[in-house]
């Protein structure tokens, strides 16, 4: 489980497979009482979007995913179960991350056309400057699933 949002009272977290299939965390509701562990994978999704980009005929493999993580490949496929998830939940915890950044700044008071498309501009290029790595990987993402 990874901390996508936090407010002042809520949070908003994404689930790997692994984590939604050995506990009750999917059954919980909103409101619903929860203990909190720290989280071993969160501490490496920086660093596993930052893996080099290969050609679209060569794949990265788990060594290299592991070894850019700092991890055992063993530790991959126990939290993931193959790489295709392991990419999924990387590309829904950015998709997360976004998402909530964009809804937290979108001006909706804004509306004139020319003002919101410039508001919206410059809310783009500051994500991509906060989150420099997310658009490459994304790219590559769609190369290796």
């Known amino acids: ?7 002042n009272e809520i949070f ?14 999917l059954k919980k509701k ?3 009482t929860v203990n909190l562990e720290c989280d071993v994978i969160g501490k490496y999704v920086e660093k596993l ?26 530790m991959v496929f126990h939290y993931f179960g193959t790489k295709k998830e392991l990419y999924l939940y990387l590309v829904n ?18 509306t004139d056309l020319f003002d ?5 501009s410059k809310l783009e290029l500051a994500l991509m400057e906060k989150h420099p790595n997310i ?7 769609y190369f290796e699933i």
């Open 116 to 120: 919101r498309i410039l508001h919206t």
């Open 12 to 25: 908003k977290v994404s689930i790997i497979p692994h984590t939604g299939e050995e506990t009750i965390l």
């Open 30 to 32: 909103c409101g619903d």
């Open 93 to 110: 915890t950015c998709v997360d991350s976004i998402s909530t950044e964009v809804v937290e700044k979108f001006d909706d008071s804004i």
């Open 49 to 74: 979007l930052r893996l080099p980009k290969k050609e679209e005929s060569k794949k990265t493999s788990i060594s290299d995913i592991a070894s850019t993580a700092g991890i055992s490949k063993a």
């Open 1 to 7: 489980m990874t901390v996508a949002y936090v407010d």
């Open 135 to 141: 658009p490459s990987f994304i790219q590559s993402a």
